[in-house]
């Protein structure tokens, strides 16, 4: 074929299309409705809100030449800047930027000179005082912000983008949860509503970890069950509360917690909390560590502020969400970190500092909740009004937390079984919520190779160690904790649990805790001193001479009490002086002074035969707490209290009056 004859077959093509006349078009319905896109609806919508017709006109006209707009999250800033063009007109000049650039890349060069043509200059990020020009900055005359679509915003995308009926679980939507990305590519044009509806509550559901099979929904405890978390979880609701009220529009983020610092021994839960908390208020959790800052990046001072960076803006994207950092004490105390390592440190510290103000000021949403097993390495700018604000202490649970606990792990295994004894046996070890999920795995381990069910001597045999003791260890044991018993109930204190039973290295534990309150005395510091020194008064009193389970040891009975007496005498003003010569923490260090430690020995010696006295007073209701530990090797405060009520009703005859005025003393 040569090439005219491809020109002429080019021309016969067009001779035949020119030849279709109308009459061959097919037949447009014009009662077919063609419905928006649901990115141009939940643009439209989120304008809306923003920006009311009075600003608009302004923009319109020119009065207001510069407007800073703070969207939800960086995917938001091409589409509102496209719709904040589309709604001026020629006259705007859009600055979008979905990420933070580099500092070479911060400035627009174009900007002055739209300025000076007579545009109107509109900057749109999710962190605008980190993304936009400087000259936009500078130069806004209003600043707005797109607020996260809620529920009755979503709702309405859905009707003008789709049909079908709405179902009812709309009004529990959390589309906050997604980016705009995400909710467009829900709401797909001329889609069912119930379909989308379902689509959007999973995608969120997955966002906060609430779905899933069967198995791992119950992996998470529910926040308003975890009674084992005493002051943390109170603070967790109220929070939860808040943002419930803060969706409905009661009240905004600056009524809302920035944060808090969870601190309490390892394995108490301050990871597993913050992930309640999330799934409580709907919001995602992002986890991470300050150890991680090292371990994923080169350690080099740059990549460390990187990594942290990070950290912040993941949770910024997520917004509104939760950040739990762990091992937040591993930022040293700018204070106290040595000159040599202050210019590697400060740079991380100060940096960390900006980064938390910038995830509290304008309420972007991210609720910080920092964890240490060491709230005395956490500096005070950490806790100030605006950072963290507060520290929270999270225990070892009590016998109800335990109990809990022990509940949720085992799941439908051993529903019928009364735990209690087991829970208040956990108490006495110091059981944490971590110990507590392997003992309830070991039992399980057992039966599953015994090839039965998990019977209860399985989670027993977990919990109750095996005790190599001789019949006379054991008797002193019993004696030992029967003088903490008898003595503190004298005094004042509460019993929890007495037990005799091995944990560990720990032959006997008596829980007794003193109605102390914010102000303490000198009457009650003493209290406190004689139950501790109870239990070697029993043995003496007893057995004739004590053993060494009194002392030995950092936290042992001898050395907590000549602690609290030296900081009687020394810092708390509850002495035989006036003058603070240390902190009570450190008033032990005076004992090296012969005139301090003789008064500091001098009141440990009365004290400790007024416990003598006490115990001798009441020997009938101490040997019969004694006799009950030998049997049972466990017992409960009630069951303390009946049996030393029974033993003297038995002897309330005999009882002199010089017995009852020792017992006061």
């Known amino acids: 074929m040569s090439e005219h004859d491809d020109i002429e077959t080019i021309e016969n093509i067009d001779d035949i299309m020119f030849a279709i006349t109308f009459d061959d078009w097919p037949t447009i319905d014009a009662n077919i409705k063609v419905r928006p896109h649901s990115a141009t609806v939940l643009v439209d919508l989120a304008i809306e809100r923003a920006i009311d017709e009075d600003l608009r006109d302004q923009l319109r006209s020119g009065s207001i030449r510069a407007l800073v707009v703070k969207v939800p999250d960086g995917g938001w800033a091409e589409p509102i800047g496209n719709g904040l063009k589309d709604l001026i007109g020629e006259r705007a000049y859009v600055v979008s930027r979905a990420s933070i650039p580099r500092a070479h890349e911060l400035n627009d060069r174009m900007l002055a000179s739209k300025l000076q043509d007579g545009r109107v200059a509109i900057g749109v990020a999710a962190e605008p005082d980190r993304a936009l020009p400087p000259l936009l900055l500078s130069l806004a005359e209003v600043r707005v912000s797109i607020d996260a679509p809620d529920a009755a915003m979503i709702v309405e995308v859905i009707r003008k983008s789709q049909g079908g009926r709405m179902p009812k679980e709309t009004a529990n939507l959390m589309p906050s949860l997604l980016s705009f990305d995400e909710i467009t590519s829900l709401i797909d044009r001329d889609g069912n509503a119930g379909d989308t509806v379902r689509r959007i509550k999973a995608a969120t559901e997955r966002k906060t970890g609430t779905t899933g099979s069967r198995k791992d929904s119950k992996a998470l405890p529910k926040l308003e069950d975890a009674i084992e978390y005493g002051d943390a979880r109170t603070w967790a609701l109220d929070l939860r509360d808040d943002i419930a009220d803060m969706r409905k529009g009661l009240i905004g983020w600056d009524d809302i917690d920035r944060g808090c610092v969870l601190h309490g021994p390892p394995g108490t839960g301050k990871t597993l909390l913050a992930r309640m908390l999330g799934e409580a208020c709907g919001v995602p959790v992002v986890v991470s560590s300050i150890a991680e800052l090292f371990a994923n990046s080169s350690g080099y001072l740059n990549d460390v502020i990187k990594a942290l960076r990070k950290i912040f803006d993941e949770a910024k994207a997520k917004a509104p969400s939760i950040l739990f950092l762990d091992e937040i004490n591993a930022l040293p105390n700018i204070d106290t970190v040595g000159e040599r390592n202050k210019d590697y440190w400060a740079p991380v510290i100060f940096d960390f500092y900006t980064l938390l ?59 019928d079984a009364d735990l209690g004894k087991l829970a208040m046996q956990n108490v006495g070890r110091g059981a944490t919520g971590a110990v ?64 005799i039973a091995m944990a560990g290295d720990n032959g006997g534990v008596a829980r007794l805790s003193m109605p102390n309150g914010t102000l303490v005395t000198r009457h009650q510091l003493e209290g406190t001193v004689m139950s501790l020194l109870g239990g070697r008064a029993a043995e003496q009193l007893l057995l004739g001479e004590p053993s060494q389970g009194a002392g030995g040891a950092a936290d042992s009975d001898l050395a907590r009490c000549t602690s609290m007496i030296a900081s009687m005498e020394a810092s708390l003003g509850l002495g035989g002086s006036l003058l603070f010569r240390a902190l009570p923490e450190d008033a032990w260090t005076l004992l090296r002074e012969p005139d301090f430690r003789r008064r500091v020995e001098k009141q440990l010696d009365d004290l400790y035969q007024r416990t003598i006295d006490i115990l001798h007073s009441r020997r009938p209701a101490l040997e019969a707490v004694i006799e009950a530990l030998l049997e049972k090797r466990f017992l409960t405060g009630l069951e303390v209290d009946s049996i030393i009520a029974e033993r003297e009703s038995m002897g309330a005859s005999a009882e002199s009056p010089a017995s009852a005025t020792l017992v006061e003393a």
């Not at 190779?449 to 109750?464: C, F, T």
Request: overall charge negative; hydrophobic content about 40%; proline content about 4%.
């Open 436 to 499: 507590i999920m392997e003992q309830v795995r070991a039992a399980r381990r057992l039966a599953r190779r015994a090839g039965r069910p998990m019977e209860l001597a399985d989670l027993e045999a977990q919990i109750v160690d095996d005790d190599p003791r001789t019949t006379d260890e054991l008797r002193r044991s019993a004696i030992h904790e029967a003088g903490h018993v008898i003595t503190g109930l004298a005094v004042g204190s509460t019993l929890d649990i007495v037990s």
């Open 357 to 415: 103000d910038g995830a509290m000021s304008g309420r972007d949403g991210v609720i910080v909740i920092g964890a240490t097993n060491r709230i005395e390495d956490i500096h005070p700018a950490l806790l100030r009004p605006g950072r963290l604000e507060r520290a929270i202490h999270v225990g070892a649970p009590d016998a109800a937390g335990v109990e809990r606990i022990m509940r949720h792990h085992l799941g439908d295994d051993l529903a």
